[in-house]
T-cell receptor, first 114, second 112 residues
Framework: EAQVTQNPRYLITVTGKKLTVTCSQN?????MSWYRQDPGLGLRQIYYSMNVEVTDKGDVPEGYKVSRKEKRNFPLILESPSPNQTSLYFC?????????????FGSGTRLTVV | AQSVTQLGSHVSVSEGALVLLRCNYS??????LFWYVQYPNQGLQLLLK??????LVKGINGFEAEFKKSETSFHLTKPSAHMSDAAEYFCAATSGTYKYIFGTGTRLKVLA
């Protein structure tokens, strides 16, 4: 089954404790992206990657890091999480840049930073 | 700059009634437009998309949307609401780059 898999689904952590949210897709998609979803704000892009070893900042990159060492994986790293990073996070992938191709989304990771 | 506006953060309709969810965009170039649906505790699922060609686009689950350039709109409709349509709906736009802009979402409630 074609899918984007995120782990974990739920995570509670403490301020300052480094964490990684994993994202993997099995569709050989070139393009991957991370979004956060907050009430009343919709989805905001954190980082995106056009292909292996090619990443760039989205609208809200502060406090996050990403890497794309393999085509299928695109982990999101929070080096020192803070409470304002409490949110619902989605990874998404697409076959080509923008245009005709919609995203395939993962099921989300609900992160709480206390 | 591109932006997407969804009018009404919450919409309630009776079962069997028309569903109309509004989306307006602003863009300096012709956009590609999408509607996504999000069910509770799930990721977003593509409902339909407009790229080029026919301005009336049909999607899954009986939904359709019409691209109206003169009104810069891409409203989502369904003739008859079903209880299973209760979800949050997001409109999104891209001008053909990696940059997608999402609206803030409309939560649809279907009343029995």
């Amino acid at each position: 089954e074609a899918q984007v898999t995120q782990n974990p689904r739920y995570l509670i952590t403490v301020t300052g404790k480094k964490l990684t949210v994993t994202c993997s897709q099995n569709m050989n998609h070139e393009y991957m992206s991370w979004y956060r979803q907050d009430p009343g704000l919709g989805l905001r892009q954190i980082y995106y990657s056009m292909n292996v070893e090619v990443t760039d900042k989205g609208d809200v990159p502060e406090g996050y890091k990403v890497s794309r060492k393999e085509k299928r994986n695109f982990p999101l790293i929070l080096e020192s999480p803070s409470p304002n990073q409490t949110s619902l996070y989605f990874c998404a992938s697409s076959a080509r840049q923008g245009a005709n191709y919609g995203y395939t989304f993962g099921s989300g990771t609900r992160l709480t930073v206390v | 700059a591109q932006s997407v506006t969804q009018l009404g953060s919450h919409v309630s309709v009776s079962e069997g009634a028309l569903v109309l969810l509004r989306c307006n965009y602003s863009s300096s170039v012709p956009p590609y437009l999408f509607w996504y649906v999000q069910y509770p505790n799930q990721g977003l699922q593509l409902l339909l998309k407009y790229t080029t060609g026919a301005t009336l686009v049909k999607g899954i689950n009986g939904f359709e949307a019409e691209f109206k350039k003169s009104e810069t709109s891409f409203h989502l409709t369904k003739p008859s609401a079903h209880m299973s349509d209760a979800a949050e709906y997001f409109c999104a736009a891209t001008s053909g780059t990696y940059k997608y802009i999402f609206g803030t979402g409309t939560r649809l409630k279907v009343l029995a």
